[in-house]
């Protein structure tokens, strides 16, 4: 079902499902109601894990599959294996930047810092307070490989963490390209990124992943339509492995782990498409939530709300108000914030 309408607010239930229309935005219904887990802040500080997938510059139209979206009409959706995780295990949010423009280090950093940052431009220095991954790090007491990022853009790595060795960031190094890496600068193709993520989720089990695409945002500033589309679709792959992943976890540990995706930023409208920055259109972005503690009520978000949202699915309270996927989920301050 496709649905467009302009710039009216409306919620519309079907059957077990929401579908959240504003600013053109849908999101696909969910086809099975959900009870809401009964757990305890101290379980979630002990046992949940969260998966934060980035897309870079990946339009909400792209993803969700709604008009405008780049694919052929007689091709499949873009994503077509997150659209059915949504139906059956989550739910689409109508987002929005936090950053000064949307570009991608400052939406970065306003997803880690969960809040807009004094950045600008792809060219900030690090970032100068604590992060999202360090974060949790020290109120969780983990080690430095629990709390990872993997990206496969080169700059990421300002937004991840403030200092070195606190947790583990994983990206390329800066600089012009290089054999058997893309045509771009400071990059790796995305598939090097995933192989080296999933080795890590393997190994070590980490309790906070970071995973930061970028294929899909350099292929749309070469107007490659195809490209782009065949980009989202290894993410759609990429996704739906990691979703596997999660069901071969113990029981205690999978009912609480919780996949989120969303983006740097969005996109210029129509035939703009390509660039960003300029653009208000840019700023319409998405958070998709994935998992047993994800509640189906479709409340709008921005990027900044990404990190008080991982810090509840942990049990965690935060200084900023939670709007939307984590419910009533309990909370309380962390041994070493209560010292």
Known sequence: MRVFVGAALAVAVLGGGVIFLGRSHVTVPATSTVTPLSTTAAELQAHAR????TLDGARW???LDQPGALRNADEPPAMPKLLELIRTRGVALPA?????????LPGYQAITAGHRTRCDDNDCPRIDEETL??????RLHLPADQTATFASWARLANAASSRDGVVLVDAPPPGPPHAGGPPWDDARWDEETVTRALAHWRTSKPRFLHLALLDMDEQAHRKDAVATVKALRFADETIATLLAEVERLPEAERRLTTVLITTDHGRGPGRLWPSH?????SRDIFVVALGPLVTRAVLPASQADVRPMVERLFGLCSRAAVKAVVGDLPCALAPVDAM
């Not at 969260?50 to 997938?53: C, F, R």
């Not at 929005?96 to 991608?104: C, E, F, I, K, V």
């Not at 920055?277 to 259109?281: G, L, P, R, W």
């Open 61 to 63: 139209q792209d993803v």
């Open 50 to 53: 969260v998966i934060l997938v």
């Open 277 to 281: 920055t300029a653009y208000a259109s």
């Open 96 to 104: 929005t930047t936090s950053s000064a423009l949307p570009l991608s």
């Open 133 to 138: 991954a360090e974060g949790l790090g020290r």
